[in-house]
């Protein structure tokens, strides 16, 4: 099956420190969501992209559908403490997602 | 928007008993609902796709006999774990799509104890 390649794994960081993660895949995506998770709670969408090139904004969040569908990167810009959580990627084809296995990030106030 | 809950948030059952989840889209209507799984610091593992009102599409290795799947309404899915058994304990999370987009909201999950 299709698998998405998500790094860095974790990253610990202090307050007001800007934070780049990626996807990458061998497979073509129509899609790419970025997501954060609490603990014990469902992930929370924050992006999605659908258009190679796309870079879309949120707030302090960046997002960019990379040009050969094959990528994508969130960017997060003057981290505060509650930007604390797992941010997974998933990649829309086939009428699914596949979500990368997720970046710990932590916010040292 | 986009709200979607589950019920219930815990719970824990015997071993050989049967537990069901419900999957509700509040504020949308939602033709395909989603369900995952997920282990403790690990990625969300699709179950299975629910289509309101026709069989669930289950992935490889899912058994789809030990977890029934009903998608009755467009804003409901239930998932029931058949004869229960400590493996299956997890944290159990659904989703569902909005409008054919890949654009999916998820619940905040149900931890599934299996005693």
């Known amino acids: 099956g299709q698998q998405l390649n998500q790094s860095p794994q974790s990253m610990f960081i202090q307050e007001g420190e800007d934070v780049s993660m990626n996807c990458t895949s061998s497979?073509?995506?129509?899609?790419w969501l970025w997501y954060k998770q609490d603990p014990g709670e469902g992930p929370v969408l924050l992006i999605a992209?659908?258009?190679?090139?796309e870079l879309t904004s949120n707030g302090r969040l960046t997002a960019q559908f990379g040009i050969t569908r094959k990528d994508s990167f969130l960017n997060i810009s003057a981290s505060i403490p509650s930007d604390v959580g797992i941010y997974f990627c998933?990649?829309?084809?086939?009428?699914?997602?596949?979500f990368g296995k997720g970046t710990l990030l932590t916010v040292n106030p | 928007g986009a709200v979607v809950s589950q019920h219930p948030s815990w719970v824990i059952c015997k071993s050989g008993t049967s537990v069901k989840i419900e999957c509700r889209s509040l504020d949308f209507q939602a033709t395909t609902m989603f369900w995952y799984r997920q282990f403790p610091k690990k990625s969300l593992m699709l179950m299975a796709t629910s289509n309101e009102g026709s069989k669930a599409t289950y992935e490889q290795g899912v058994e789809k006999d030990k977890f029934l799947i009903n998608h009755a309404s467009l804003t409901l899915s239930t998932l029931t774990v058949t004869s229960a058994h400590p493996e299956d304990s997890s944290f159990y999370i659904c989703?569902?799509?909005?409008?054919?987009?890949?654009?999916?909201?998820f619940g905040p999950g149900t931890r599934l104890t299996v005693t």
């Open positions: 497979s073509i995506f129509n899609t």
């Open positions: 989703s569902a799509e909005v409008r054919s987009s890949y654009e999916q909201y």
């Open positions: 992209l659908y258009k190679a090139g």
């Open positions: 998933g990649g829309g084809s086939n009428y699914k997602l596949t």
